[in-house]
Each structure stands twice: as C-alpha cells, then as structure tokens.
C-alpha cells in the first residue's frame, strides 16, 4: 500500500490535509493528514468517503452529445474529438455572427485549487468571450471588513484558543468549519464562554452556552444596540481608541443614540435586557473573538452589517489581546501570484462584465448580444444560482449552445448540447491556499483519469487549439504551469519551507511578529470612519424582504456542500428538502409534523415536509442544504424562492434576503406559478 498527500478541493474554509492510500492503481482509503496543522489528522464526513465520490458509478466517463429534448437528459457518447470539434464550430459560427461577448463562461467552486479553478481565464479572455462577475458566495462580506480593515492581516484561527469569549455570528461552524471546534474546546477547557449568534437554533448550539437568535438581517442593529450600551456606561477602551481608531467619538455622538436597547429589541427581536448582558459581557472580555459567517452579509445590507460587527473588537481593544479580534476569512490571496494563471495581459480589451447571481436575466433579458453560447464549469447554477425558473427557463433556450464540463450528470448539465467529463482532485494536480487558515500545500495528481475523464486545464488546452489561439502558455501541462509559479515564490511564500511545498507537504504561511496591531488602512488606524465611502459612519437599514409571511433561512447541510455530494447515496438517502417551523405558527396554520407544504413567493414555489421545531423562532421557517432535483418532492430546489436581488455593496448574492409564504400541499394548487 502506497501512501500519498493530497488536499481537500472543497469550498470549504477548513481546505484539509489528506492521506490517501493506494493499493496499486486504486484508491482504497481517505484520511486526514495528521501533519497539516490546522486540520489536524480529522476530515468531516464527507471526505472520510471521498473514494466513493471518485468511484461513484455516476461519474461520466465520455464526453455526451444531446440526442433528446432540453433538459430530458438523453445523450450519446462520442469521442472527445468529436466533441471538442463540435464546440469549435459552433463558437466559430456565434462568434462570426454575435461576436466573442455572446459567449459566456459560468464556473464557480467546484475545486479550489488555484490552477483548475482558474484554468477558463486565459482561454476566455484570449477568446474575447463575455466576462463573469464571480461574486455568489461572500463579497459583501470581505467589502464590509475591508471598510474598516483595509488590507489588514485577519486573525490566525489559532487565536481562538486563547480567548475568553467566543462569538459564533452567523456561521453553522459543525457544518461548515469542523476544525475550529479543535481551537474552541481548548479555550473552553480554560474557562471561555461561547455565544451562537444565529437566525435559529443551528446544530453549532451544542457547542454553545448562549444561542442568540435575531431576527434575519438585523445583526447591524444588534451590534449598534451594543456599542450603545458600551458608550453610555463608558465602557470602550479609551486609550486603544486614541491610539489605533478613527471615528468612535462621531459615531457615538451621531449614530449610536437612537439605537438604545428598547428601538434595537424592537428591529432584532432579541429583549432590551439581554441586549444590555451582551454589551457588558463583551465590554468586560479580555480577548473576544468573533468568527463570523457569510450568511449575515448575503442580504441587502450584507456589507453594512459586516463592517458595524467590524467596528465591536475596535472600540473594546480586542485587537491588541491574543485571542480577541474578528475573524470573518483569512487573508492568503497574497500567496501566490494568481495573474500568472489567470494572465489578464491575453485580453484585448475588457469585455462585459455579467454578474453569476443574475444568470437567469443574463440568458432571457440581455440583448446586444444576447448569450448564445454558455460554459460552466466547476459549478451547477440550475440548482445553486438564485431564482431557479428564471435560470431553467434561459438554460431550455433552444438556440442556445450550452457545454458543461462535470464530473456528473447535474441539472445544468442535463440542459447541455455537449457534456465534457471531468476529473476529480485526486486525478489532476494543483495548488492550494485556504480561506479559514494559513496553510497552503501543493496537490499531485494520485491516480489516473477515471474513465476518458479531463480536467479543467487539458480542457482549456485542447479548446485553446481547436479556436486557433496559438498562445504557448496553453502548450504546457499543469505541473509545469505549477513548478512556474512555484519558481517565483511571491515574498510572503518564500518566507515558508518552499522544499517541503515543492514536494507536496503542507506548510505554515508565516505571519509578522505583532500583526494584530498593523492596521493598513490609508490612515493606518481602524476605520470606524471611513471617508471614502458614501457613508462614511456606519448606519443601519433594512434588508429587502418580500411581500410574503416567513422569513426563509436556507442554511448550509452537513451531508453536503452546496450542491456538491448529492451524487453521494450513503449521505443524502433521505431528509432532503425539510421545512423547519415553529410549532406554535404551525398550528396557527393547520399544518401538521411530517405533511407535504409548498414555499412560495413571487419567484416560484417548491414543496417540502414540514418539520416543527421549537429550535426555529416565530415567523421564520428553515430549510438546510441545496439539493439536486432528484432529491426534491416536487420539481424545484430551494433556488426557486431566492431572488437575483445583489448586496448593498460589491453585487454579492443575497440567498438569505427571502421572504416565503407556506400552505398546505394539497392547497398549492391555487397558486400562480411561474
Ligand atoms: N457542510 C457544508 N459546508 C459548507 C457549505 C455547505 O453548503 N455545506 N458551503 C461552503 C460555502 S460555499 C461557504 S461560502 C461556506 C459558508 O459557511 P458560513 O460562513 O458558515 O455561512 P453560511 O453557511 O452561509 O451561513 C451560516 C449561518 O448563517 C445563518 N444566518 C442566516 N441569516 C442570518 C442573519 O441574518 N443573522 C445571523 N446572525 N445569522 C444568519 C444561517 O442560519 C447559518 O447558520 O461554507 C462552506 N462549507
Ligand atoms: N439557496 C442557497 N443557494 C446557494 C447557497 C446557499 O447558502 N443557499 N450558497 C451559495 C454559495 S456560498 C456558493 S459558493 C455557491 C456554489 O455553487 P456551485 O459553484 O454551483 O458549487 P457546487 O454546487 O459545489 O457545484 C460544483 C460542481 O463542480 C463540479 N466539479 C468539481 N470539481 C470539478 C472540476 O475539477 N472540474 C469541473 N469541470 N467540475 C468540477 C462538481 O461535480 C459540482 O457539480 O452556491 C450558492 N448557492
Ligand atoms: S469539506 Fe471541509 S471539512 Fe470536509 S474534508 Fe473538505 S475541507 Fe475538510
Ligand atoms: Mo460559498
């Protein structure tokens, strides 16, 4: 038995270290890698089975060429000259009459490694294709920290062990970052009390003391609410102020009044008492750290309530204790120099720009020219973009020219002209960096190519020569692209074991000596005050909303990881689309445990089993995970409630910023669809 390094691909921030042990060509076990030093030797379970992902009897194998109506799922093999002759023709034609801009690139998070990841950016900019806006998953949050952060190193994860008061805020950690239940258990080991910050009693409860529920999209209110009480009993750190903040004293004197506990109570939902305990307990910590999650910011006011949560370990000088601070993402994109991937100097000039979170107007609506040719890769927006009908309805375009490249038959791809079939991580190589640590490791390809399967990169090469772009960067294999990059170490890399990188270990970016208290912000202090934006204090507004009764939460599920892990049988057998209510709005309603009822807003509408809970708060109803259609009663996924809608600031998505009505199943009838 052989025993080989390689990296989690996942969207996840945790990016472990794993063993992967090989009897012969075969993969026959995945282990955590007990030498990374984050994720410590422990994988969730997810990964624990990645050979039956590798091996799952629905990867594709041949490339697949449509031989049945949109959507209808029938196609037949044929080889990958075929295919990749096909899509030279038919982008030949688009281009010659639309243009290069009426071909549009979809990818999104499929793996994380840098090269694959990354590996579309030259061949469509040397294309002249249309431009994606990659911004579903969190810019307002990193716009938010960034308000008042600038480029500031965020926290080492580690620093968790040695704070007193952990604030979990909007993140289903047991779901979506296992590894820092490590760091949180040593603290509370020494006494450090933990909060849970969420719109419901998440299953990260359990490794709560507090769990405080607030009303969806009124965290930036919560946070006011506490910085009122910490202002009116004097309780800010006065002489870190002085030193290292800008704007306290604005804020307070203009901001903060109106949010005394009583207007906070009546916005969150949380009572004015309780609000006045976590101000205190907050002020009173010697090192809080707040991680923060991305659901709170994937709402209208996303990026607003980012940077007020942001303004909380300044004005108590959290920042200058091991162990205080907040950790909203690590700060890695500095480690390797990603434009020698991505090579923007291949575009000719800069073509449109479409956002991903409005693919659904992208396909119907926009004109001159309109999309006539579609790529997605590394991602499955039938199920995970926003405002699924309208998404469905662009995808069943009969003129429209769609390739997925997949390592199974998705809903986005049963959509697809041509089906390309692609490689999992153990079948290529690559570079990775992570975004809730300090870790980066190189990846060997362990086995060959499961069937005919390719991957991102020989993918791009060979679309590269079909389309007569005679560019030798598309002339290399991955490892060679990767040993280039390697070959000039950013300075931040080189201060690492590049040997050990080189070789595939997993190494320690290195971080400065006092780190916490270099703000790199234009005036070097933390920027409660920030003149450059069109707010320069902070403010609390609403979110959308809709017309309609339930807030939807639709948070993460363990079993699965955005829409990846739905091939997976042994995880997703059975559970899928629930709808968690409180029990007291479900017999207000007539609804009973266990019966079919129908969400549904002015978008669409899906249909769920309906699970009361006392864990879910009144007037807001819950449904974890992102399933495939099959996995779904009815015809929709959850993506048919959310809306196209972007953040206040940096055009993120905003899947939690959804309001629904629910009735009884066999009541649906009555309503419109779309
Ligand atoms: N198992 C699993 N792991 C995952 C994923 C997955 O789907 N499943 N997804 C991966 C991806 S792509 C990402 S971006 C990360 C995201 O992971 P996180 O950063 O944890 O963020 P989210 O999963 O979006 O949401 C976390 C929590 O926010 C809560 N929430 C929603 N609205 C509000 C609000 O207004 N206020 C507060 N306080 N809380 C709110 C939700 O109930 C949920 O518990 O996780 C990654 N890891
Ligand atoms: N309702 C709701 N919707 C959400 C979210 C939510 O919380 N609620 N979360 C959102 C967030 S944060 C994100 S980041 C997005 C993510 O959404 P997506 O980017 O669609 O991510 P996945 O659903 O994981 O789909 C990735 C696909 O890539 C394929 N793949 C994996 N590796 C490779 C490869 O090397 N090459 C190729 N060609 N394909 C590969 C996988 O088989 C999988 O089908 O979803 C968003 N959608
Ligand atoms: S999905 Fe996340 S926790 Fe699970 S193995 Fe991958 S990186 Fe680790
Ligand atoms: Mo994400």
Not at 244 to 268: C, D, F, M, N, R
Not at 433 to 440: D, F, I, L, T
Request: net charge negative; with cysteine; charged share 20%.
């Amino acid at each position: 038995m052989e025993i080989l390094r390689s990296v989690c691909p996942y969207d996840c921030p945790d990016t472990c270290g794993l063993l992967i042990y090989k009897e012969g060509e075969t993969v026959v076990k995945v282990q955590g890698d007990p030498e990374h030093s984050f994720t410590r030797g422990t994988l969730c379970p997810k990964m624990a089975h990645y050979e039956r992902t590798v091996y799952s009897k629905r990867r594709l194998l041949t490339p697949l060429l449509r031989s049945g109506p949109k959507g209808s799922g029938a196609f037949t093999p044929v080889s990958w000259e075929e295919a990749i002759g096909l899509i030279a023709d038919k982008w030949k034609g688009i281009i010659a009459q639309y243009g290069a801009e009426a071909i549009l690139p979809y990818s999104y998070a499929g793996t994380m490694g840098l090269v694959q990841r990354n590996a579309g950016h030259p061949f469509f900019y040397s294309l002249g294709a249309s431009r994606l806006e990659r911004t579903i998953c969190s810019p307002a949050k990193d716009y938010g920290w960034k308000a008042v952060m600038g480029q500031t190193i965020a926290p080492h994860p580690g620093e968790l062990q040695a704070s007193d008061l952990i604030i979990l805020w909007g993140i289903s950690a047991l779901a979506t970052d296992i590894h820092i239940v490590h760091d949180i258990n040593i603290a509370k080991a020494k006494g450090a009390k933990v909060w849970l910050i969420d719109t419901y009693e998440t299953p990260t409860a359990k490794i709560s003391d507090q769990v405080i529920l607030v009303r969806p999209g009124s965290d930036g209110a919560l946070a006011l609410g506490m910085l009122h009480v910490i202002a009116r009993d004097k309780l800010a750190d006065q002489h870190f102020i002085r030193q290292y903040v800008q704007g306290y004293e604005e804020l307070a004197a203009t901001v903060l009044p109106q949010y005394t506990p009583a207007a906070v109570s009546k916005i969150t939902g949380i009572a004015a008492g309780t609000i006045e305990e976590l101000a205190r307990q907050y002020a009173a910590a010697e090192a809080p750290f707040i991680r923060m999650g991305s659901g709170l910011s994937r709402y209208g006011n996303g990026a607003m309530t980012v940077r007020i949560l942001t303004c909380l370990p300044a004005v108590c000088g959290a920042w200058k204790k091991n162990g205080g601070g907040v950790l909203t993402g690590t700060t890695t994109a500095g480690a390797f120099d990603s434009k020698l991937i991505t090579r923007e100097d291949l575009q000719k000039s800069a073509t449109r720009l479409i956002n991903m979170n409005e693919l659904g107007h992208a396909l119907n609506e926009v004109k001159a020219p309109p999309v006539m040719g579609l790529y997605v890769y590394s991602s499955n927006p039938a199920i995970t973009a926003p405002d699924q009908n309208r998404v469905l309805q662009g995808l069943a375009r009969e003129e429209l020219f769609t390739v997925v490249h997949e390592r199974f038959l998705t809903d986005t791809a049963n959509y697809a002209d041509v089906v390309l079939p692609a490689t999992t991580s153990l079948e290529h190589s690559d570079l990775y960096r992570a975004y809730g640590h300090y870790v980066v490791q190189r990846a060997f390809k362990v086995i060959n190519a499961v069937g005919q399967s390719k991957s991102n990169w020989e993918v791009f090469c060979l679309l590269a020569a079909a389309m007569g772009i005679d560019e030798p960067f598309f002339q290399q294999t991955e490892d060679a692209l990767i040993d280039s990059i390697l070959a000039k170490p950013t300075s931040w890399l080189q201060q690492t074991e590049m040997e050990k990188l080189r070789q595939g270990y997993p190494v320690d970016l290195p971080l400065p000596d006092e780190y916490k208290l270099q703000f790199q912000t234009p005036s070097g202090k933390i920027e409660i005050i920030n003149p450059r934006e069109e707010d320069p204090l902070p403010k609390y507004f609403e979110p959308y909303g809709d017309k309609a009764e339930f807030w939807l939460v639709n948070s993460p599920d363990a079993r699965i990881l955005d829409s990846s892990f739905n091939e997976r049988e042994d995880l997703t057998k059975n559970n899928t689309m629930i709808l968690q209510m409180n029990p007291g709005d479900a017999a207000q309603k007539g609804l009973k445990d266990g019966q079919l009822v129908v969400a549904w807003n002015e978008r669409g509408k899906a249909v769920f089993t309906l699970k009361t809970s006392a864990k879910v708060p009144a007037a807001v109803v819950v449904t974890e995970g992102v399933w495939w259609l099959e996995h779904a009663v009815g015809d929709r996924s959850v993506n048919v409630l959310t809306s196209q809608r972007l953040t206040d600031k940096a055009k993120g998505s905003t899947f939690y910023d959804v309001k629904v009505n629910v009735i009884a199943h066999t009541d649906s009838c009555h309503i419109e669809g779309r």
